[in-house]
């Protein structure tokens, strides 16, 4: 097997048909996706909402046909010998409620186990020995449907790991677990691959520090394509031709907006968000001594410098340089715009 | 495919040569394939059903008290007119059997929709495991704590009326039994991928279907009353004849009130069996496909 995963040209849209009222129309959800991914690797897919992930993760675990292009995992074809793919795969989605509420943890689990051809005996080992890796144990006779929504979610991990599949998907894991529990999980899942070389693993998120703490190599995907595909480290030194600074100054009152600050010579980008009295600024700049104009701008409008910051470029930065916008913006612009 | 040794669960993940095609090695842990899987899925599958009935007592209520007290309507009513005494045990029989029919359409048909709905169904489908077996372990879950709500109904109502039972066969008995079963959740089966492809709208069907058929499916007296071809088209419906012989097999009046002769609803039953079960696989199978090409089924965003 060359690739644990790999996709050519993939593409995927979606007929809208749409209520009385309006038309049906398309959705184009993935364009020309391609993506090469070895055994062994833990691969993060980072983007906004809406990017694309989950489609297709849904398509590569046999779950969606593509409109066009090929995806092969474990290398078969998903499309064409999903028979062949499902033995060797397994997913969990974040905030899924699976399983039924009647059962109890181990029940649940065990049943899922039986849908992939475990025994019993092997299953019921598993399952003791991920609800402890997890800190589930001592709730593995309660009920599902008592469990807090982070709880549940430690289950479905559990329910994803123990058929050991060749190749894993994570669809947002870590959603809806605290901040102990994530940590946790991500030091699970970091394990579970280096613990063998023929384990792969899809990781999507929007948690930024995720992908760049957990990820071998990340693709960023936004609106359906693939915008960059390389180490964190090294999609940051890309980076380090520019400079980051993180500015906090006085309250704007309107006399200023992030719109005046990228006209300025040697700006790339800027993020700017509002804070409890402050305002908070994130400066990609060509080089250093276009700062001095920034400040220029800052002290012609009565604005104070309050804090001034050179950062090391984070996975943000990098989605920023390559999209224009903060995923935190392009989130918030198609929720907007779904409206 | 090549391996390496240093595996996390010991023991069972080396497949040795004896396994034969039944197992298959995917990922480091022997997985069972084949029949052995299908089998392990309905059992499975079967199991929340089951052990469902032990932590949620509601049933008792809704599936053995309300029942009866409908078979205590009609049971007073025949006494009140002075019907044959074996209108009763007609009755007690016929509401035991309605608990059959309201797990297959309240239940059975909506299940597939409910999956989706708890995310479940998107999982299943992603297993190795065949769908069909998920579904026949849904039926046989649903048939199993049934027939324990059914065996209820009969002997409190047997015990209530004194009901003589007189069992001409119990082997002909058995096979209607079963016969009725299969025909009648494979129409259930059948239905769970429609109602699917129907979503909530198939609630008005279930409601449209509830009354008619305990109409003319004769669940409080024999349809021999109604003209043959009404009888006839009724007996689409699998519990119509499979109550209609059961009656003839176990009370002495049976026969003179059947329809037609019990080896004839055999054969009938052996015939829609096959059908719906056949019909259920391809209705499951069309579903699954168009759930993969259009990605609306599994999900409830688009």
């Known amino acids: ?339 | 495919m090549k391996r390496v040794s240093n595996n996390p669960y010991p023991a069972s993940g080396v497949l040795t040569p004896q396994d034969g095609l039944q197992s298959f090695e995917a990922g480091r842990l022997r997985k069972n394939m084949g029949w052995r899987l299908y089998l392990q899925t309905v059992i499975a599958r079967a199991y929340p059903r089951i052990i469902g009935q032990g932590r949620e007592k509601s049933w008792l209520f809704f599936d053995i008290f309300l029942p009866l007290l409908s078979v205590c309507a009609y049971v007073f009513v025949y006494r009140a007119i002075r019907a044959p005494e074996d209108y009763i045990g007609f009755v007690v029989v016929g509401g035991a059997m309605t608990a059959f029919w309201m797990n297959v359409l309240w239940s059975m048909s909506s299940q597939l929709y409910w999956e989706k709905e708890q995310g479940n169904l998107a999982l299943f489908i992603m297993t190795p495991t065949s769908m069909m077996a998920i579904l026949l372990g849904m039926a046989l879950g649903g048939l199993l704590s049934t027939t324990l709500r059914a065996l209820v109904i009969i002997i409190l109502g047997s015990l209530f009326f004194n009901v003589q039972y007189a069992v001409s066969s119990f082997v002909q008995l058995f096979a209607v039994f079963i016969l009725a079963m299969l025909a009648l959740y494979g129409l259930g089966m059948m239905a769970a991928s429609l109602y699917l492809l129907l979503s909530r709208e198939a609630w008005h069907i279930s409601n449209l279907a509830t009354e008619p058929v305990y109409l003319f499916s004769g669940f409080y007296f024999p349809i021999k009353s109604f003209t043959f071809w009404i009888s006839a088209v009724a007996s689409i419906i699998p519990l119509t004849l499979g109550l209609d012989a059961m009656r003839q097999l176990v009370f002495k009046s049976g026969p003179s009130l059947g329809f037609v002769s019990v080896p004839i609803e055999i054969i009938v039953l052996c015939v829609l069996s096959i059908v719906f079960l056949i019909a259920a696989r391809y209705m499951l199978a069309y579903m699954e496909k168009l759930a993969i090409r259009e990605g609306r089924i599994t999900e409830n965003r688009r």
């Open chain 1, 1 to 339: 097997m060359d690739f644990a995963i790999r996709t050519k040209k993939l593409s995927r849209t979606y007929k809208i048909h749409g209520g009385k009222k309006s038309e049906p129309h398309s959705l184009v959800a993935l364009t020309d996706v391609n993506l090469e991914i070895h055994p062994g690797e833990l691969f993060g897919l980072l983007g906004p909402n809406g990017a694309g992930k989950t489609t297709l993760i849904k398509i590569l675990t046999t779950l969606l046909a593509p409109s066009t292009g090929h995806a092969w995992v474990a290398g078969y074809d998903v499309a064409d010998e999903p028979e062949k793919v499902r033995p060797r795969i397994n997913m969990v989605s974040g905030g899924e409620t699976s399983g039924y509420g009647l059962l109890t943890v181990r029940e649940n689990l065990w049943m899922f186990s039986q849908f992939y051809g475990l025994s019993s005996g092997v299953a019921n080992r598993n399952i003791k020995r991920l609800l402890e890796v997890v800190g589930l144990s001592d709730r593995m006779n309660a009920k599902s449907s008592d469990l807090s929504t982070g709880l549940r979610q430690k289950m479905n991990i559990v329910r994803g790991f123990m058929t050991d599949p060749d190749v894993l998907f994570l669809d947002e894991p870590t959603l809806g677990l605290d901040v102990g529990a994530s940590r946790e999980v991500r030091r699970f899942i970091r394990s579970w691959v280096d613990d063998n070389p023929t384990r792969t693993l899809l990781l999507t998120t929007h948690y930024m520090v995720e992908a760049d703490e957990l990820c071998d190599r990340v693709a960023i995907i936004n609106q359906g394509r693939v915008l960059a595909c390389d180490t964190p480290a090294n999609l940051k030194h890309n980076l380090q031709q520019e400079v980051i600074f993180r500015l906090e100054v006085s309250p704007f009152n309107g006399s200023l907006n992030a719109a005046k600050f990228e006209a300025l010579p040697g700006v790339c980008n800027v993020i700017h968000r509002p804070q409890d009295g402050f305002e908070s600024l994130e400066l990609i700049l060509e080089e250093e001594q276009a700062l001095a104009s920034v400040v220029t701008t800052l002290n012609s409008a009565n604005i104070r410098l309050l804090n001034l910051q050179k950062c090391e470029p984070s996975l943000e930065d990098v989605f920023v340089k390559l999209v224009g916008q903060s995923m935190e913006e392009v989130e918030q612009k198609g929720e907007t715009s779904e409206q």
